[in-house]
């Protein structure tokens, strides 16, 4: 056996046979790629990347984003071995329970992963909001002799990321937008699940990015070192975004290599000794020579690189006291003093209005706030007065219009908000969530702050029809972990959903606003809505429950007034948060829905799920139809009339 004693070149082979050994003994994982990238993989974390181990969260790090996320164990090779708190043993547990390697990186759960990936096309995108987050504060603080934001986001994308559409979304924006410290890394190593990449990927990429304002550039070999060197060299003295194709070889040096068999099962004991035979890997599975740590270990460069940062944000804060105590405060994600109290109304008015009045009062007092919209501002109502639009000529406006592009939408505002310094927000039609639902599933699932705007909420959209109207999309929207759905009902519910929304720091939150106007309720109890739902209209002794969301809400208010005049007392609920509310005690629920008493739910959208709450259920659970939005309402059968029947027959 020919044993390999070159620093490099024993490093990068630690990297591949730490994938291949942790994947063997869970025999479950994806061992291709980090063999054949392991290579870059090295590079960017030993030589190219600043970053601390010590401190993962260094505000001015570069950002990684392993967009290939089946190839985590590349990933966690090499954090384990640049010094992150990711020891041995986390690697031998690999996609077990409770371990801090799970199957796919994810945010918040493994030191040093930026973004969770797993869903082709994600990473990428959400790096470019990382990048665009970036550029922004640059131009917001830094000064002539003060830099203090200048850092990269690097990133390793795989054939199918550059094959989903939602990463040709994102490009085409990053082009367009000129994000230059943002570097792609395409592991051209053409094979895919199902065979060899040509049975279904034959495009030009390289000619598909130029024409996306990308630098394209190629690296005929991963393993050669200096071609990366020059590569990435060149990639930062361009203005545009950059994709580098690197070709490479999946399960590089096994009996498996350039095959599909090296993607997604482990190679196996024989595989594995053959492949520690080809590459002179004499060591014992997880043994690393300690000259390998000596030589990978990073937190004394990252200390010392972040130690110059801070000494260069001292004089910064000297120079430049209040931009340095902005900064920080944003960067700590603390909120400045918000308004308590909604703008003034005085007429009935679509929450999607309201919410764009409730934006004119908040933007002003929270310049971290960053919104816009897939092509659809003046319907979303999305920007408020005095918000320029952003540029490449003018990266202090605050306005993003991402064209008609919704899935890369959801992914960039998740990379802003993971970025840290700028609270995101995007608008488009409730039925469009349907094309960003990836992106906001990750939100939940990474806890990012998230604002989704969706207006257009229901059949009341009236003459557009059936493939504008939403009919399931609320309830598959709460059937999500850790997403906060909230559906005012009216102008001044709306103003405090837009609170909740911003002071919620664990999760995303999804605003559903009208298209038409509805009436103005009560200021007074509005703030019932911070709690998720609550008595609007009380009777002496009531009979029973009328609770609603939204629009429904004056619709249960007239059906309330009908039953009155047959002598039955009915108590009304605005219901416009399930999560809000059920996140409060047990004894305010019943309060408001006591279990005692029989309740009727009304929303213009499915039933499913509302049993929790109800016992009968006035909803849709069929598609629209185009006509005059008064006319939709009356023929499927949501008037007062059929409301106040739902009642009577429960009684």
Request: proline share 8%; charged share 25%.
């Amino acid at each position: 056996m020919k044993e390999t004693r070159d620093l490099e070149t024993l490093s990068v082979n630690a990297i591949r046979f730490l994938a291949i050994d942790a994947v063997e003994k869970a025999r479950s994982g994806h061992p291709g790629m980090p063999m054949g990238m392991a290579p870059l993989a090295y590079l960017l974390f030993r030589e190219v990347m600043r970053h601390n181990p010590l401190d993962p969260d260094w505000p001015d790090r570069d950002r990684f984003v392993l967009s290939a996320g089946h190839g985590s164990m590349l990933l966690y090779a090499v954090l384990h071995l640049t010094g992150y708190d990711l020891p041995l043993e986390e690697l031998k547990s690999f996609r077990q329970w409770g371990s801090k390697t799970p199957g796919h990186p994810e945010r918040g759960h493994t030191p040093g992963v930026e973004v969770t990936t797993g869903p082709l096309g994600q990473g990428i995108s959400t790096a470019v909001g990382l990048a665009l987050a970036e550029r922004k504060l640059a131009a917001e603080f830094n000064r002539p002799g003060h830099v203090v934001v200048d850092h990269y986001t690097y990133v390793l994308a795989s054939d199918g990321d550059l094959m989903e559409g939602v990463s040709g979304e994102a490009a085409s924006l990053a082009g367009h937008w000129g994000l230059s410290k943002l570097i792609v890394f395409w592991d051209d190593n053409r094979i895919s699940i199902d065979g060899p990449t040509d049975l279904a990927f034959t495009e030009d990429v390289l000619a598909r990015y130029r024409a996306y304002g990308w630098q394209t550039l190629r690296v005929e070999d991963v393993n050669d070192l200096e071609a990366l060197r020059k590569a990435i060299k060149l990639a930062k003295l361009d203005e545009r975004p950059t994709l580098i194709a690197v070709r490479s070889h999946i399960g590089f040096g096994s009996p498996k290599q350039d095959s599909a068999k090296a993607h997604g099962e482990p190679l196996g004991p024989e595989a594995v000794e053959a492949t520690r035979r080809n590459l002179g890997w004499p060591y014992p599975p997880f043994v690393v020579p300690e000259e390998v740590y000596r030589h990978m270990d990073m937190r004394e460069k990252g200390r010392a690189w972040q130690e110059a940062w801070e000494k260069a944000l001292e004089a910064y804060a000297r120079a430049y006291p209040d931009l340095y105590q902005e900064l920080m405060r944003r960067l700590r994600g603390e909120l400045p003093p918000l308004p308590e109290e909604p703008p003034s109304f005085d007429k009935p008015i679509a929450t999607r209005a309201a919410s764009g009045r409730a934006l004119n009062l908040l933007a002003p007092r929270l310049p971290e706030l960053l919104g816009g919209s897939a092509d659809l501002t003046p319907s979303n109502n999305t920007k408020a007065e005095g918000m320029e639009d952003f540029s490449r000529a003018n990266p202090l406006g605050r306005y993003l219009h991402f064209g008609v592009r919704e899935h890369a939408m959801g992914a960039i505002l998740n990379g802003l908000n993971l970025h840290g310094g700028y609270r995101a927000y995007g608008g488009t039609f409730l039925v469009f969530s349907d094309y960003m639902r990836p992106a906001i599933r990750l939100a939940a699932l990474m806890g990012v702050p998230t604002v989704f705007v969706f207006t257009h909420d229901s059949i009341a959209l009236g003459e557009d029809g059936p493939t504008h109207q939403p009919v399931e999309h609320l309830m598959s929207l709460r059937a999500m972990p850790n997403l906060f759905v909230i559906r005012p009902a009216d102008a001044y519910e709306t103003f405090y959903a837009w609170l909740v929304a911003l002071r919620r720091k664990e999760g995303p939150t999804a605003l559903v606003l009208t298209r038409q106007a509805v009436p103005l309720l009560s200021l007074e109890k509005a703030r019932g809505l911070l709690r998720g739902g609550y008595v609007l209209e009380d009777v002496e002794e009531p009979q029973g429950v009328l609770v609603a969301t939204g629009s429904e809400v004056h619709l249960a208010l007239r059906a309330q007034a009908l039953l009155r005049e047959k002598g039955v007392r009915v108590r009304v609920v605005s219901l416009p948060s399930f999560e809000l509310f059920a996140a409060q005690p047990e004894a305010y629920r019943k309060e408001v829905l006591p279990p005692r008493l029989p309740v009727v739910a009304v929303e213009a959208g499915a039933s499913l799920g509302w049993e929790r709450y109800a016992h009968k259920v006035v909803a849709l659970d069929r598609f629209g139809a185009s006509a005059p939005y008064p006319e939709v309402y009356e023929r499927l059968g949501f008037t007062p009339e059929r409301v106040a029947e739902a009642f009577l027959s429960l009684v």
